[in-house]
């Protein structure tokens, strides 16, 4: 992995929008911003600011959205040690999750990805994961139930099959460990 910004730009389908991400990588930590905007449910433009830990485990997610009927924001932090504060308050109903999910962001897929190198290489079969889930563009955090699956090696990284509740999507991910398709979901977009 490099320590270069990496950009990309998404297509995302559900908010009829764009996601563009500016992430650094390291072997073990992931730091990334982002701008989207979308016409569904309503029009709205949102930023975020993504900071993990060594393993890329989320240390703090910050949001912004704003649309014609409010401005909001959203400070989600992980202490480290397996507890969740939102915007200052307690959010035990958290505990054990690890990663955030910033709805309709195909970039917050690639944490438990790289953690576990699924992007690289078989894993031990299906991931289990509780994840502090956010949507948008109301910034409601809930947990999250979600299952990863490393399914075959792709011409540029790998398939990934993801599942929560009765979704599911295989997902193209690149050898860095960022989201290149997500079916129904996000496609990225190429220079």
Do not use: K
Not at 140 to 166: D, F, I, K, M
């Amino acid at each position: 992995m490099s320590t270069a910004p990496l950009v990309r730009t998404w297509e995302v389908l559900p908010s009829r929008g764009y996601s563009t991400a500016w992430a650094e990588l390291t072997p073990d930590n992931l730091a990334a911003r982002g701008r989207a905007f979308g016409l569904l449910p309503e029009p709205y433009w949102l930023a975020y600011e993504l900071e993990t830990a060594p393993g890329f485990v989320t240390t703090r997610l910050r949001v912004t959205v704003e649309s014609a009927a409010r401005t909001g924001s959203l400070d989600l932090r992980h202490d480290g040690d397996g507890h969740w504060t939102v915007n200052g308050a307690s959010r035990p109903d958290l505990d054990g999750a690890l990663d955030c999910d910033l709805g309709l962001c195909p970039l917050t897929n690639t944490m438990p990805v790289l953690r576990h190198a699924l992007h690289r290489e078989p894993g031990s079969g299906p991931r289990d994961f509780l994840m502090a889930w956010v949507s948008v563009p109301d910034l409601a955090v809930s947990p999250n139930h979600q299952t990863y699956t490393h399914l075959a090696r792709a011409e540029h990284g790998a398939r990934v099959r993801y599942e929560s509740g009765t979704f599911r999507s295989d997902i193209e991910f690149d050898d860095a460990g960022l989201v290149l398709d997500y079916p129904e979901l996000a496609t990225a977009l190429t220079r």
